[in-house]
């Protein structure tokens, strides 16, 4: 069973930073990318970052291009993003997912975590 866990979410003012976490108890075999999608209360689930665990390469959406990036240790089997210049409407639950295809859709991913609340302030 793959567990993973977020970790980094906070309460922050517009403009400043924050660096999640996410650490998986396993890589599934056919698991090929890792990503970010975050969900605002009464909107829908939406994909923020992700990364081929082969390649490293990223994609990202753009309401979150150039503030946004994400990584990843392997050997540590942690994925990381770091969010800069943070706006309120950056302000979700943010969750990691593991799947086979990589993408913004959700239905891509088997495997989630239970989230990291991330709040930005005016």
């Known amino acids: 069973q793959v567990q993973l866990v977020e970790s980094g979410g906070d309460s922050v003012q517009a403009g400043e930073s924050l660096t999640l976490s996410c650490v998986a108890s396993?890589?599934?075999?056919?698991?090929?990318?890792i990503a970010w999608f975050r969900q605002a209360p009464g909107k829908e689930r939406e994909g923020v970052a992700s990364?081929?665990?082969?390649?490293?390469?990223?994609d990202y959406a753009d309401s979150v291009k150039g503030r946004f990036t994400i990584s990843q240790d392997s050997a540590k089997k942690t994925v990381y993003l770091q969010m800069n210049s943070l706006k309120p409407e950056d302000s979700a639950k943010y969750y990691c997912?593991?799947?086979?295809?990589?993408?913004?859709?959700?239905?891509?991913?088997?495997?989630w975590g239970q989230g990291t609340q991330v709040t930005v302030s005016s």
């Open positions: 990364i081929r665990r082969a390649s490293g390469s990223a």
């Open positions: 997912a593991v799947g086979g295809l990589c993408g913004f859709l959700p239905s891509y991913y088997k495997y």
């Open positions: 396993q890589y599934p075999y056919t698991s090929q990318c």
